[in-house]
């Protein structure tokens, strides 16, 4: 089974920027798609980002796009999240996901997903 670990959140100011890591153990890395979720205060758990298990292909919700990029090494066993030009409505935790190759459900739902990590905070002050 993936075990997912985030780190790298904190508070930041407005404009700011923030590089969230995932660390990935168990089955191997670079056959998953990774993504981004968040869960903003008093709402529901939202995708972010995704990208392909080589790398390939990046998606992004249309509220970060742009602000955001997503990337992987897969010697590592990592996948990034790096975002810049923050915003107060970025507040939120941030959660990491792997998606099996086995999974039909969309990349930006929260279904399409099968392990997850516990989440970090980013906390963005207006």
């Known amino acids: 089974q993936v075990q997912l670990v985030e780190s790298g959140g904190g508070w930041v100011q407005a404009g700011g920027s923030v590089r969230l890591s995932c660390a990935a153990s168990g089955r191997p890395f670079n056959v998953y798609t990774m993504g981004w979720f968040r869960q903003r205060p008093g709402k529901e758990r939202e995708f972010v980002s995704a990208?392909?298990?080589?790398?390939?292909?990046?998606y992004y919700s249309e509220s970060v796009q742009g602000r955001f990029t997503i990337s992987r090494d897969n010697a590592k066993n990592t996948h990034y999240l790096q975002m810049n030009s923050l915003k107060f409505e970025d507040t939120a935790v941030y959660y990491c996901?792997?998606?099996?190759?086995?999974?039909?459900?969309?990349?930006?739902?929260?279904?399409?997903?099968?392990?997850w990590g516990q989440g970090t905070q980013v906390t963005v002050s207006s």
């Open positions: 996901a792997a998606r099996s190759p086995e999974n039909g459900m969309q990349y930006d739902s929260f279904e399409g997903y099968d392990y």
């Open positions: 990208i392909s298990w080589n790398g390939g292909r990046e």
